[in-house]
């Protein structure tokens, strides 16, 4: 980390859990748990709530739906973690690591639904240059995609614009493909809180 | 509005007028990617528009202008909240507006 006190700086609470982990799993805590457990009170505590909503909170798409919506936002920040990690949650959930790689190498023949593939094709222009327009909105409602679906689609743009951005400015440490697997199944079973 | 949108205004309610170490016109300003000089201003901005090409480097210069970690903590938290609180915004908008003309 790019700031000693994201490594250093932890509450006796957050540096016994660190410890507990490493010792269940053999790997370190994770760089999020990390952020959001430093000074919880300004920016984790809030800033889960905020995520879980966006990516349990009821919803017309479902969790890997979001979880691959994540993955792509992180592809297109150029968040070398947020990808690894989001591409790993989405693939456990569909339990289909084809399609999400298919997705990853290249949306436009990805084997996805119309709906899906042009929402992500909106959310990754919004990533990409910061901008979308009432054209790039018709697209998506023309391919299917409801307003509903739009809009909650837009909550998941904002959770991981806002998480590639905190992660690649600290500089979250890339771990190997079993520190993402293991990330993966705890974000599948409890989500964001 | 909305239960995720209602939880992304507390967020930034408490980045913003909350407590911290950083002066709020300060924390403000990164929200807005419009304010800060300098180095601190320049990471502020890779924050904002170029996240994955921040350095070191920059967070060196910007520590030595006079920030301490958690100072800088809490401004790039507020640059990042910002940033993509304002992209959602503007896509909320352009969503508004397609609907609108049916």
Redesign the interface.
């Known amino acids: 980390m790019?700031?000693?006190?994201?490594d250093h700086?932890h509450s006796l609470g957050a540096r016994l859990l660190f410890a507990f982990i490493r010792r269940v799993s053999g790997q370190p805590a994770p760089e999020i748990l990390k952020l959001v457990r430093?000074?919880p009170?300004?920016?984790g505590a809030?800033?889960k709530?905020?995520v879980h909503?966006?990516m349990r909170?009821s919803s017309p798409w479902s969790v890997a739906d979001r979880e691959l919506m994540a993955a792509v936002v992180a592809q297109t920040?150029?968040?070398d973690f947020c990808t690894k990690a989001h591409s790993a949650v989405a693939s456990r959930a569909y339990s289909d690591d084809a399609r999400v790689r298919a997705t990853l190498e290249d949306l436009e023949t990805a084997p996805i639904e119309e709906p899906l593939r042009a929402t992500l094709r909106?959310l990754a222009k919004?990533?990409r240059e910061?901008?979308?327009?009432?054209?790039?909105?018709?697209s998506v409602?023309a391919a299917g995609a409801s307003?509903q679906q739009?809009?909650?689609a837009?909550?998941v743009?904002?959770?991981f614009?806002?998480?590639?951005?905190?992660a690649?400015?600290?500089?979250f440490f890339v771990g190997g493909p079993e520190v993402f697997a293991t990330g993966a199944k705890f974000l599948l079973a409890r989500g964001y809180r | 509005m909305?239960?995720?949108?209602q939880?992304?205004e507390?967020?930034i309610q408490?980045?913003l007028e909350?407590d911290?170490q950083a002066q709020r016109e300060l924390r403000r300003s990164a929200f807005d990617n419009a304010g800060p000089v300098g180095p601190v201003g320049a990471?502020v901005e890779?924050?904002?528009?170029h996240?994955?090409q921040?350095t070191?480097d920059d967070?060196a210069a910007a520590s030595a202008s006079g920030l301490t970690?958690?100072q800088?903590?809490?401004v790039?938290?507020c640059?990042?909240?910002g940033?993509?609180?304002?992209?959602?915004d503007?896509?909320?908008a352009?969503?508004a507006?397609?609907?609108a003309?049916g």
């Open positions: 790019r700031l000693a006190i994201l700086g430093y000074r009170d300004f920016l809030p800033m709530k905020v909503e966006a909170g920040a150029g968040s909106m919004l990533t910061h901008v979308v327009d009432q054209e790039d909105m018709r409602l307003r739009v809009e909650d837009l909550a743009g904002f959770a614009n806002m998480i590639a951005r905190l690649d400015a600290f500089g | 909305s239960d995720v949108m939880l992304r507390a967020l408490r980045v909350g911290g990471l890779k924050v904002a528009l996240a994955s921040i070191d967070f970690e958690d800088l903590f809490e790039v938290a640059a990042a909240i940033q993509a609180s304002r992209q959602q503007l896509a909320l352009a969503l507006a397609a609907t003309e």
